[in-house]
C-alpha cells in the first residue's frame, strides 16, 4: 500500500512550475482587467494570440536572463524584488515597442502605465507567496542513504548544499568490516534491521544507495528495500542523483564504470544539429567581430595607459581531438606576466591590471575568439580550451580529463556559467563535472541556457 507522504517536486519540475505560473497568473489578470475596466490594448481575442504568446515568450526570456528560476534566488525575498522588477520591466518594454506583433501603443500613456504596474505587481505578489509559503515547507524531502560511513560527511555535503531542501535523515551503514555504534555520525546511523520502519515512520520519501561495496547490502537489507520498492518507494543509485540536482558528472565517484553512466549525447555526432549550431556561430561570430571593431579604439587607448603592452596576444591551447591551436584575446595581464613560470590565474590574480579586470569582467577580452570560431578552431559554446602544459598536469591526476576533447571548446559552456575560475587542480575537477555534463547531454535546449546564463554573467558583470 502506498504510504501517506507530503507532496515533493524534483527541482526541474518547481522551476516548470514557476514558467507555468508566471505565465498564467500575468495573462489572467490583464484578461480579467480588460473586463472590468474599458482596457482596450492588451485583450484576449479569438482572433489574435501573437499578443499574449510574444508576451508570455518575453517574461520566460528576460526571467531566465535575470534569474529569476534560479531557485536560490526565488527562495530570497530581497533577490525575489530585483529579479522580477528587472524582468518585469524589460519585458514590458521590448513588448511595448515590438513592431507587428504587439498591440499598439495607445495615445493615453496612462494605460501603459497600468499595463506595467499590473504584470509588475501580480508577479511579485505570486512569488512572495512562494517564497513564503511553498519554497520553505512544501519542497522539502527526507532522504536515507545507504552508503560506507566514511562516505556520508561528503555525500551529504555535495547533495544539501545544490538542494537546501533534500534532507538527509539518515544512513545505513553497507561496510560490513567497519565498526558499530560509533560515537559521532554526521546523521543519524540507521541499523540494517530497522530501515523499514525508520522510512515508515520518519516519512521518507527517498532512499539513495552509494555503496560500491555488494557485501554489505545483506540479505535482510535487499529484502527490506524491495518490499519498500513494492510499496511505492523511490529508491535510487547516488550517481543519478547527484548528476540531477548538481547537473555535474560525478567522475571521482564512478571511477572505472564511468561508461555505463556517461552516454554520449547523440548531438555530438548529429549533422543536422551541428549544421544549425554552425549557422548561427557564424552569425555570431560576425556580428561580435563588428562590435569587437568598434570597442578596438577605446580598447587600444586603455591598453596604451593601462596595461603598456601589445593590444592582442596569442597563446596555445588544447582543442577538439587534443589539436593545438592559438587562441586570440585582448591583453589584460601585465608584460611578461609569466617571467616566473606558468601558474593558474586566480580570481585576485595581482598579474591582471585594473583594466584588464574590468575587461575581464565584461567579457570583452574574449571578443577576438570569434576569430577561432570562424576558423573551426573553437565553437562558441563548449568546453574552455586549456594551455597544454595544464591539459598534461591535470591529466595525470584525473581521470577522464582529456575526455573534454571530443567536442570543440566554447567561447563560453556549462562549466563557465555554473562554476568560477579553476585555480587550482581541485577546482578543475568541478569544472571537468560540469564539462562532461554538457558533452553527455548536449542539446539544443542546454545550448540556449547557457546562452541565457551568459548574458546573465555578462549583464551582472561576473565574467572572471
Known sequence: MLSNKKMHFEISERKLLLRAFDTLFVLSVL???????????????????????????????????FEMYNLQVASNQFQILRSVVLAASTAVLVYLFTPVLSPELPKQRLIVLIFYFSVLIVLLLWRFFYAIFLASHRFSQNVVLICDQDQVERLVLGLESVDPHYKIIGFVNSDSVSEENLKFHYVKE????????????????????????????????????LHLLESGNIIREYTQVYESKTQRIPVH?????FYRFFPFSRSNNNKLYLFVIRFFEFFLSFTGLLICL????????????????????????VGKNGVVFKIYKFRTMIKNSEADGIVFATSNDKRVTPFGKFMRKSRIDELPQFINVLKGDMAVIGPRPERPFFVAEIAQIMPFYET????????????????????????????????LYYIKHRSVFLDLSITFKTITTVLFYRGQ
Not at 480579467?32 to 501573437?50: G, I, K, P, R, T
Not at 565517484?253 to 564504470?257: F, G, N
Not at 580598447?299 to 596569442?314: E, P, Q, R, V, W
Request: with cysteine; aromatic share 16%.
Open 294 to 317: 568598434v570597442l578596438v579604439p577605446f580598447i587600444f587607448i586603455g591598453n596604451l595607459i593601462a596595461n603598456k603592452g601589445s593590444l592582442f596576444y596569442t597563446q596555445e591551447r
Open 404 to 435: 573534454r576533447h571530443v567536442i570543440k571548446p566554447g567561447l563560453t559552456g556549462w562549466a563557465q556559467v555554473n562554476y568560477s575560475y579553476g585555480e587550482s587542480i581541485n577546482e578543475s575537477l568541478i569544472k571537468l563535472q560540469y564539462d
Open 31 to 65: 484578461y480579467l482587467l480588460s473586463l472590468v475596466f474599458d482596457y482596450h490594448y492588451f485583450v484576449l481575442e479569438n482572433s489574435s494570440y501573437f499578443g499574449p504568446i510574444l508576451l508570455a515568450c518575453y517574461i520566460n526570456a528576460f526571467g531566465t536572463i
Open 253 to 257: 565517484y564512478i571511477s572505472r564504470d
Open 190 to 225: 540507521i541499523k540494517k534491521n530497522d530501515l523499514e520502519s525508520f522510512v515508515s515512520k520518519n516519512n521518507v520519501s527517498e532512499i539513495v544507495i552509494a555503496s560500491q561495496k555488494t557485501d554489505g547490502i545483506t540479505a535482510d537489507l535487499y529484502q527490506q528495500l
